[in-house]
């Protein structure tokens, strides 16, 4: 089955511990991408990446780092996470550019940072 | 940063009207997409739009993009209580490589 997998799915940590949220996907797809979504804020690009090795920042970069060193994996990574950082996070993998063909979303990862 | 405007944010009809979904922006944008979300889901793509003036048909669901590339409207005809969820409109603003800028998203109700 084609889809894209979040882990965790539920995180609860503290201020300044370091964390991976991790996301594979089995479509072999180029694009990937990280969203967060917060209430009245909608859904803003965290960072995107066009294929291995290249990544760059989306809209709200700030506290979060990524890599791709394998296509089918993007993980997100928060070295310091604090409260403002609490939110839902989805990755998202797409055949076509961003923007220009379907995206395909993960099940969302529901952090809370305290 | 490009902003998208979305209107209205909410939106509680009956079965059966009409309704319009309105994304606004000062900017070009080079693509729109319209995404549905569910609750503890992430969205599905409902359509995209290249071309300034293009309108695309989903069964009751009607898309434009503006003739100038600044704005899109979602109209479904006929709603029903399956329409309900979160309506997100994204876009890429011209030159703005792979960015993708979502709007705050139109929570519609259909009350049977």
């Known amino acids: 089955e084609a889809q894209v997998t979040q882990n965790p799915r539920y995180l609860i940590t503290v201020t300044g511990k370091k964390l991976t949220v991790t996301c594979s996907q089995n479509?072999?797809?180029?694009?990937m991408s990280w969203y967060r979504q917060d209430p009245g804020l909608g859904l803003r690009q965290i960072y995107y990446?066009?294929?291995?090795?290249?990544?760059d920042k989306g809209d709200v970069p700030e506290g979060y780092k990524v890599s791709r060193k394998e296509k089918r994996n993007f993980p997100l990574i928060l070295e310091s996470p604090s409260p403002n950082q609490t939110s839902l996070y989805f990755c998202?993998?797409?055949?076509?550019?961003?923007?220009?063909?379907?995206?395909?979303f993960g099940p969302g990862t529901r952090l809370t940072v305290l | 940063t490009q902003l998208l405007e979305q209107s209205p944010q909410f939106l509680s009809i009956q079965e059966g009207e009409n309704l319009t979904v309105y994304c606004n922006s000062s900017?070009?944008?080079?693509?729109l997409q319209w995404y549905r979300q569910e609750p503890g889901e992430g969205p599905v793509l409902l359509v995209t739009v290249v071309t300034g003036g293009e309108v695309k048909k989903l069964k009751r669901l009607t898309f434009q993009f503006g003739d100038a590339r600044k704005d899109s409207s979602l109209h479904i005809t006929a709603a029903q209580p399956g329409d309900t969820g979160l309506y997100l409109c994204?876009?890429?603003?011209?030159?703005?490589?792979?960015?993708?800028?979502f709007g705050k998203g139109t929570k519609l109700t259909v009350n049977p």
């Open positions: 990446s066009m294929n291995v090795e290249v990544t």
């Open positions: 900017s070009v944008f080079s693509s």
């Open positions: 479509m072999n797809h180029e694009y």
């Open positions: 998202a993998s797409s055949l076509l550019p961003i923007g220009y063909g379907e995206q395909f």
């Open positions: 994204a876009g890429v603003a011209q030159g703005g490589s792979e960015k993708l800028v």
